[in-house]
């Protein structure tokens, strides 16, 4: 649905968007991962026309976004951080005002608001003045403008921004429910677990570069960030824990009957599988702990996530 290859984009010396090359499939939400300045921001920004690359070829839908830029605009819908509403106007006399510069005809698009109005579950409000809305509400109805046109694709830059954790889940409740529907998504944030949650496929971003890219199963498979695998066992002696720790090289900590071991689980497990039967040890309880995406930014960067 989405094809970028090579694209760059500079202000002065700054390099916001290194030549980076990624693919977003039909029907899937992509997230893009980043700390503040990684250069999200900017590729939405490309992506949605507002700013123009230095170089590269963008292709939305088979059409080249470049030469066809009317056609593309016709298929995107653009959900900015900044939320641009008119306070003084309802949430209705909004989506109305909005509708028509989308050149939707009144009959459709009061059809259209009824239907987009349900589904963020603000039709109850519509009457009501955006200055009287929570920043939550707002950021719904932000949403609700960028799907009067139906588009194909909706761009989405932080949506969450200063909402509550009530208003984020009803929030992930609309794009969920979009998704499911069939209409693909480009989610920008640097919140790890939006992206846990909500992301079909991965790229994490830092200093205008994709520095990693795949499915959150991919990104742990092949980060060398250590996983943790507890075992809970049935009376675990003092001398078997010691027995544990002269077998094996990794960090092992012992709480009560359960042991923590710190490993790469796909190439140890079997061999502790096997010392666990070899010294006839019952085990009550197994649980696997990945790589997460704030350790695997940790390990390509060097730095948090949120710095």
Do not use: W
Request: net charge neutral; proline share 2%; hydrophobic share 40%.
């Amino acid at each position: 649905m989405i094809k970028i290859q090579n694209l760059s984009k500079s202000f002065g010396d700054f390099k916001a968007i290194n030549t980076i090359s990624l693919n977003v499939k039909k029907g899937e939400i992509f997230g893009l991962l980043g700390p503040n300045g990684a250069g999200k921001s900017t590729l939405i920004n490309i992506l949605s026309t507002v700013l123009k690359a230095d170089t590269g070829e963008i292709f939305l839908n088979g059409m080249d976004l470049n030469s066809d830029q009317e056609k593309s605009k016709q298929i995107i819908g653009i959900v900015p951080q900044e939320i641009s509403l008119y306070d003084n106007f309802s949430a209705y006399d909004n989506l109305l005002f909005f509708g028509k510069l989308y050149g939707i005809d009144t009959a459709t698009l009061k059809t259209r608001i009824h239907e987009i109005l349900v589904l963020i579950g603000l039709e109850n409000r519509k009457k009501d003045l955006i200055k009287t809305y929570s920043g939550g509400m707002k950021r719904r109805i932000n949403i609700a403008t960028a799907l009067l046109h139906q588009p194909e694709i909706l761009l989405m830059d932080e949506p969450t921004v200063g909402v509550d954790p009530q208003s984020r889940n009803q929030i992930f409740d609309v794009i969920e429910a979009l998704n499911k529907k069939g209409m693909t998504i480009v989610y920008t944030t640097h919140y790890m677990e939006e992206i846990e949650r909500l992301c079909n496929t991965i790229a994490i971003m830092d200093n205008g570069n994709i520095i990693a890219q795949g499915t959150l199963d991919e990104l742990q498979n092949t980060s060398k960030t250590k996983e943790l695998l507890k075992l809970n066992f049935k009376n675990l002696t003092e001398q078997q824990f010691k027995d544990f720790k002269k077998e094996f090289n990794f960090e092992i900590v012992k709480v009560n009957n359960e042991l923590s071991l710190k490993c790469t689980i796909e190439k140890e497990l079997n061999t502790i599988l096997k010392h666990i039967v070899k010294n006839k040890l019952t085990i009550v309880d197994i649980d696997r702990k990945k790589a997460t995406l704030e350790t695997i930014f940790l390990e390509l960067t060097g730095k948090s996530l949120r710095d």
